[in-house]
């Protein structure tokens, strides 16, 4: 299972092995999508128009919009939270590393995950998760083992049960080398 916060379009471009993956989980929890089929499916409602229109009315630029989530980059969260309060919308915030995303209040990585393990009929104790940004928090907590990249913000750090010394796809080479190696010695949840 993949866990991203990327939308597919992107994601396609910067990973065209998609295949290696039984599933997807992209905009950061907000899309499942099954290589096998091609299929994909939303978890939860399009973004307003409005919403969209408004940020860039407001001078929000770089704004990338998926089928549920809505992008930006730093400094414009003060905007998006007016904008969110002025329209009077239920939508939340996720930072990654100076992105700015927004989704709707139920979707997280955490919560397309395990729209995911109740497919596959696995319970979030057997699921090993690596990551290193702020929207990255509620996917860790939700796996039996967590585990930050050597560039993980130190918020994570301090939560993941290991450390890689490595960064990257590097990092998550060195965590199934480990696994691979030492499974009876990691951690347990």
């Not at 597919?8 to 989980?25: G, H, Q, T, Y």
Request: proline share 6%.
């Amino acid at each position: 299972i993949m866990v991203t916060g990327r939308e597919m379009s992107e994601l396609k471009l910067v990973c065209p092995r998609l295949d290696l993956f039984e599933w997807i989980v992209a905009e950061n929890g907000a899309q499942l999508y099954h290589p096998a089929d091609g299929k994909s499916m939303l978890l939860g409602e399009p973004p307003p128009a409005a919403f969209v229109e408004e940020l860039s009315r407001r001078g929000v630029d770089r704004i990338s919009v998926g089928g549920c989530i809505v992008a930006t980059w730093e400094p414009h969260q003060g905007t998006v939270l007016a904008t969110i309060h002025d329209l009077g919308l239920e939508l939340h915030v996720i930072f990654n590393k100076g992105a700015v995303m927004i989704l709707p209040a139920s979707v997280n990585k955490a919560t397309g995950l395990a729209a995911v393990l109740e497919r596959l009929n696995f319970m979030p104790h057997e699921v090993v998760g690596v990551g290193d940004a702020e929207n990255d928090h509620a996917f860790l907590s939700a796996c039996g083992l967590s585990a930050a990249v050597a560039n993980a913000i130190p918020a994570l750090k301090e939560r993941a049960k290991i450390v890689l010394t490595h960064d990257h796809g590097a990092g998550v080479a060195e965590l199934i080398d480990r696994l691979l190696a030492e499974e009876a010695t990691i951690p347990p949840a």
